[in-house]
């Protein structure tokens, strides 16, 4: 069991920059795939991005590339999500999340552990 803490959300104008941070309660070296997720008003919760177990792979959603970037200090129990040239449309809660499984995956439901979300809001 491991219990997930999101935080470093906020309110910044477009075109500006958050770094999200996710604590982990417990050891996550080489334990948990790890990832983030989003979900705004009205709409499904969305795969924004997955880093490996010891940090070596990620991938995103297309609509991130190039902007956003997931890190992880497994010595700090600590995942990171840094947010450059934001958009009105990244609007959204954040989550991050922890799995089990081994391979990078875009499906909620292959998540096993969620935090709690940290709020980010873009003004244009």
């Known amino acids: 069991q491991v219990q997930l803490v999101e935080s470093g959300g906020g309110l910044v104008q477009a075109g500006g920059s958050l770094r999200l941070s996710c604590a982990a309660s417990?050891?996550?070296?080489?334990?948990?795939?790890m990832a983030w997720f989003r979900q705004a008003p009205g709409k499904d919760r969305e795969f924004v991005g997955a880093?490996?177990?010891?940090?070596?792979?990620?991938n995103y959603v297309e609509s991130v590339k190039g902007r956003f970037t997931i890190s992880r200090d497994n010595a700090k129990n600590t995942m990171f999500l840094q947010m450059n040239s934001l958009k009105p449309e990244d609007t959204a809660v954040y989550y991050c999340?922890?799995?089990?499984?081994?391979?990078?995956?875009?499906?909620?439901?292959?998540?096993?552990?969620w935090g709690q979300g940290t709020q980010v809001t873009v003004s244009s």
């Open positions: 999340a922890a799995s089990v499984l081994y391979t990078l995956s875009v499906v909620p439901s292959n998540y096993n552990y």
């Open positions: 417990s050891q996550t070296s080489a334990t948990y795939l």
């Open positions: 880093i490996s177990r010891r940090g070596g792979s990620t």
